[in-house]
């Protein structure tokens, strides 16, 4: 299985930036995926999740209301949709998926937030 992302980038503060997550591999059996965030000395945080079959999702608090995630399962992709973007969400953004019982992590996409 392997998970890649894509659509990270240097954005100005208020903008918006659309990640993707593409899962291949062996994925009939993809519980959930979530985005997870990692900036400079800080500890790798929880973003949003979505269960893949009901589509439930969670955010952190820090971002509901300006961030969306969502998935098209046909594609097995999942997409989060960053809108109003502050320099504090300045992070590498990684992909997790839970597929077959297993942890994956995909390689990480750079988000700057800088005017």
């Known amino acids: 299985v392997q998970l890649v992302e894509s659509g990270g980038g240097l954005v100005q503060p208020g903008g918006s930036l659309r990640l993707s997550c593409a899962a291949s591999?062996?994925?009939?059996?993809?519980?959930?995926m979530s985005w997870h965030r990692q900036a400079p000395e800080k500890e790798r945080e929880l973003v949003a999740g979505i269960k893949i079959g009901s589509g439930t999702t969670n955010y952190a608090d820090s971002v509901k209301g300006r961030f969306t995630i969502s998935r098209d399962n046909s594609k097995n992709t999942v997409y989060l949709q960053m809108n109003s973007l502050k320099p504090e969400d300045t992070a590498v953004y990684y992909c997790k998926g839970v597929i077959g019982g297993l942890v994956y992590w995909g390689q990480g996409t750079q988000v700057t937030v800088s005017s």
């Open positions: 591999g062996f994925t009939r059996s993809i519980y959930a």
